[in-house]
């Protein structure tokens, strides 16, 4: 069985990191593979809300840390560029 042709695909991505966000023992490391997982989503994913909430927590340079986290996963499963647009 080759598991590269397995997907992980989370659901309720937008409601999950909001949730975590909440959590004090998730840190910003849980928090960027969340914000991965929504990145690679089909959903619709409110990110102002989502920055909004990360900015509240962390700060600014938390979310540029999230950001930054979250594209490192990108990179590494997707084998793409910097993804420029997306969040």
């Not at 069985?1 to 975590?20: K, S, Y």
Request: proline share 1%; charged share 35%.
């Amino acid at each position: 069985m080759n598991t590269e042709d397995f997907t992980v695909e989370m659901l309720c991505c937008e409601a999950t990191i909001l949730n975590e966000i909440q959590h004090k023992e998730c840190k910003r490391k849980d928090i960027a593979l969340t914000y991965y997982f929504c990145m690679v989503s089909k959903e619709n994913i409110d990110y102002k809300k989502v920055n909004k909430a990360i900015i509240e927590r962390w700060s600014f340079s938390g979310l540029e840390y999230i950001k930054k986290e979250a594209n490192k996963w990108f990179k590494k499963n997707w084998k793409a560029k910097e993804i420029g647009d997306r969040p």
